[in-house]
C-alpha cells in the first residue's frame, strides 16, 4: 500500500536523493541517500521531520495520501542540518496550522537559517506529548552529531526516533525495513553505516555513547532513523555498531594505507599485506590516490590494525598521507596497533613523523621499516615481519 504504513497510526513518508553526488559537498555517495521522514496519524497527527527543499513537494504528495484531509497538529524537528529542513518554508506554506516542537537550540537555529520563530513549543529530556492513543517522549541528544539534535520515543509501539543517529547512505527503493532487504544488499546498508558513522559522527563518540545510556530501560521494537532503512530485526546489532565504533573499538583486521609516487613505498605495501596475511588477519589496502578518504578513513575506525606507508615528500609525509592523519586526529581515533614504512632518497623523515603521530594518538607502534630509495632483496623480510607483528597482535585480540 502507498504510502508506507510502518504500524497502525504510523506512516513513512520520507524521500530518495539519487542526485546529489557529494553528501555535505564532500562524501561520495554512490548508493544515493534517503532522507526519511514519518507521519504519525492519531487524534492528534504529527509529522516527524521534513526532507530537504528539492524533494519537498514529492513528501508533502505523500502526507496528503496519508493524511486523508486531516490537518498536521505538530511538526517535530529533531535536527536541523539542511538535508532535513531546507524544504521546511515549504511544508509550512502547505500545513500553516502546525506548530513545530523542537529543543531549545533548534529554536535558535531555526530562526538564524530560516526566520521562522512563531508557533514553536520547546521540550526537554523530561517532557512528554499525548496525541490520543499515543504518548512521545523526548530524549535530548545533543552532540549527536549537532548541538540542538533530540530523538523522540513513543511508549506504545515501542518506537525510537533517532534522528541522524543508525543512518546510512544509500537508497530505498521500494523497501523501508531491514528484515526485507536480501542479505548482499543488507551488508551494503551495513557498510554504508559504518562510512555515515565515521565521516558526520565520527568525532562525538563521546555525545553517543551519553545518549546511549539514556536508552538504557527502554524497550526498543523499531528504530526509524533519518537516513536507511527502519531497523526491526537488525536493532540489537544496530545498537551494538554504534556502541563500539563510538569506544573505538576495532574488529580483527589490518588496514594498510600507503601513498607512493614511483611505486617504491607501493612494493614494501605487498610486502606488508602479505605478512598480515599469513598471520590470519583480514586485510585491507588502499593506494591513497586511488581510494577515496571517506572510505579509507572508516576502514581505520573499523579494523585495530593499521599500518601506513609513506615516502618522504618535501621533507615530511606525503600530503595524501597527511590528510588522512588529519582526518584520524580530527576524530580522535583512539586504540590502534600501528606500523609504518616508507621510501625516501636524501633524508628519511616521513616515517619518523608517523611514528610521531601514532605517538601524539597514543596508539601501540609494533614496527616501522624505511629504506632508502628501492627496497632490496635483503629488505623483504623486514617488511613481511612488520606486516605479521601486526597482524598476529590484532588477531589474537
Ligand atoms: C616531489 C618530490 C619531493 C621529494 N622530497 C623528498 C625529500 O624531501 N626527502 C627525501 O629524502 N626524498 C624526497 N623525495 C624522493 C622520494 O622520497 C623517493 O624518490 C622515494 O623513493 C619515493 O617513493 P615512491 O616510489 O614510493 O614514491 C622526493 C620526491 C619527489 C618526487
Ligand atoms: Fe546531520
Ligand atoms: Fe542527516
Keep these: 500500500m502507498f504510502p508506507y504504513k510502518i504500524k497502525e497510526d504510523f506512516y513513512y513518508v520520507g524521500v530518495n536523493d539519487r ?72 511544508y509550512l506554506n502547505e500545513f500553516p496550522e502546525m506548530q513545530i516542537i523542537c529543543s531549545k537550540r533548534a529554536k535558535d537555529m531555526l530562526d538564524g537559517f530560516y526566520g521562522i520563530s512563531d508557533k ?72 554504508e553505516m559504518y562510512r555515515y558513522y565515521v565521516n558526520v559522527v565520527g568525532k562525538y563518540g563521546v555525545p553517543v555513547q551519553s545518549t546511549m545510556k539514556k536508552f538504557e530501560g527502554l524497550q526498543i521494537n523499531m528504530i526509524c532513523s533519518l537516513h536507511g532503512p527502519i531497523w526491526i530485526d537488525s536493532r540489537e546489532s544496530i545498537f551494538k555498531l554504534y556502541d563500539r565504533l563510538s569506544r573505538y573499538e576495532g574488529e580483527k583486521g589490518v588496514v594498510i594505507l600507503y601513498g607512493s609516487m614511483y611505486s617504491n613505498t607501493e612494493k614494501m605495501a605487498e610486502v606488508v599485506a602479505r605478512g598480515a596475511y599469513e598471520a590470519n588477519a583480514k586485510v585491507i589496502l588502499h593506494d591513497v590516490s586511488k581510494s577515496d578518504i571517506s572510505f579509507m578513513i572508516t576502514d581505520c575506525f573499523r579494523y585495530s590494525g593499521l599500518i601506513i606507508g609513506s615516502p618522504t615528500y618535501n621533507g615530511t609525509i606525503f600530503s595524501k598521507v597527511q590528510d588522512i592523519l588529519e582526518r584520524l586526529e580530527l576524530r580522535g581515533l583512539k586504540n590502534r596497533t600501528f606500523g609504518s614504512f616508507g621510501s625516501y632518497t636524501w633524508g628519511g623523515i616521513a616515517v619518523r613523523q608517523l611514528n610521531e603521530f601514532s605517538e601524539k594518538m597514543k596508539w601501540d607502534t609494533v614496527g616501522s621499516v624505511e629504506v632508502k630509495q628501492s627496497m632490496k632483496i635483503s629488505d623483504y623480510q ?15 585480540l
Aim: charged share 25%; proline share 4%; with cysteine.
Design 19 to 90: 542526485k546529489t553526488e557529494l553528501f555535505e559537498r564532500i562524501i561520495p555517495i554512490p548508493y544515493g541517500v534517503s532522507y526519511n521522514s514519518y507521519l504519525l496519524v492519531d487524534e492528534k497527527v504529527v509529522l516527524f521531520d521534513t526532507v530537504e527543499m528539492s524533494f519537498a513537494d514529492n513528501a508533502i504528495e505523500k502526507i496528503k495520501i496519508a493524511l486523508n484531509d486531516k490537518k498536521i497538529d505538530y511538526l517535530i524537528i529533531h535536527h536541523l542540518e539542511p538535508d532535513h529542513t531546507s524544504g521546511i518554508k515549504i
Design 120 to 191: 514553536i513549543i520547546t521540550v526537554d529530556d523530561n517532557s512528554e506529548l499525548s496525541t490520543g492513543k499515543h504518548t512521545l517522549k523526548f530524549i535530548y541528544a545533543p552532540m549527536v552529531h549537532w548541538p540542538e539534535v533530540m530523538m523522540s520515543y513513543e511508549t506504545t509501539e515501542k518506537i525510537l526516533f533517532s534522528a541522524d543517529a543508525f543512518g546510512c547512505f544509500g537508497t530505498l527503493d521500494g523497501r523501508i525495513f531491514d528484515n526485507f532487504i536480501d542479505p548482499s544488499i543488507y551488508d551494503k546498508y551495513i557498510e
Design 382 to 396: 623486514n617488511f613481511y615481519n612488520l606486516g605479521r607483528s601486526v597482524g598476529e597482535k590484532v588477531a589474537g
